[in-house]
T-cell receptor
Framework: SQTIHQWPATLVQPVGSPLSLECTVE??????LYWYRQAAGRGLQLLFY??????ISSEVPQNLSASRPQDRQFILSSKKLLLSDSGFYLC?????????????FGPGTRLTVL | AQKVTQAQTEISVVEKEDVTLDCVYE???????LFWYKQPPSGELVFLIR??????QNEISGRYSWNFQKSTSSFNFTITASQVVDSAVYFC????????????FGRGTSLIVHP
């Protein structure tokens, strides 16, 4: 069966510090991978998605970036965090090439920028 | 463009009451997929159901049931005999499939079940 991991679970960082959040998927190959952010108020904002190694699509311009160095690894980064980067970050995967892309989510990372 | 509306921001019920969460969607495509997810206080979104646009049969899974009506572009979710563990934020989503990659999520409905 497939599982998705995210770490760290929680993170408190000062403004201006770098960020690296990691997401890995097990039990599937060549998944589509996604990063979402959920700020207070619960709406889900799609940040990035990837359909393959090295292929990243950005949905929202911001000071965040994403990379996919391996098939089942997705990393969210920032060189300098802003207060507005605080939120709950969710990674998700779906089956590549499927007629419908049911997304399965990881446990999330709660980021607080002070 | 696609749109999903969950007009109910928050619903509060007492345990054992039935509750229906509304979801209205907009799309011009004839092939699409609808989803419901549950987000408990722990934060992880849990997949509940997927429905394709060609299957309007209602679905029942234990205390959960879903009513898909293309005529009203709605995909409503009913919890029968609600329990405290049902307290969560529930999201409805729409995906065009075929490698569209990007589903459209509603803003979610917060359900609070009081003992």
């Amino acid at each position: 069966s497939q599982t998705i991991h995210q770490w760290p679970a929680t993170l408190v960082q000062p403004v201006g510090s770098p960020l690296s959040l990691e997401c890995t998927v097990e039990g599937t190959s060549n998944p589509n991978l996604y990063w979402y952010r959920q700020a207070a108020g619960r709406g889900l904002q799609l940040l990035f998605y990837s359909v393959g190694i090295g292929q990243i699509s950005s949905e929202v311009p911001q000071n965040l970036s994403a990379s996919r160095p391996q098939d089942r690894q997705f990393i969210l980064s920032s060189k300098k965090l802003l207060l507005s980067d605080s939120g709950f970050y969710l990674c998700a995967w779906s089956t590549s090439g499927a007629s419908t892309d049911t997304q399965y989510f990881g446990p999330g990372t709660r980021l607080t920028v002070l | 463009a696609q749109k999903v509306t969950q007009a109910q921001t928050e619903i509060s019920v007492v345990e054992k009451e039935d509750v229906t969460l509304d979801c209205v969607y907009e799309t011009r495509d004839t092939t699409y997929y609808l989803f419901w997810y549950k987000q408990p206080p722990s934060g992880e979104l849990v997949f509940l159901i997927r429905r394709n646009s060609f299957d309007e049969q209602n679905e029942i899974s234990g205390r959960y049931s879903w009513n898909f009506q293309k005529s009203t572009s709605s995909f409503n979710f009913t919890i029968t005999a609600s329990q405290v563990v049902d307290s969560a934020v529930y999201f409805c989503a729409l995906d065009l499939g075929g490698g569209s990659y990007i589903p459209t999520f509603g803003r979610g409905t917060s359900l609070i079940v009081h003992p």
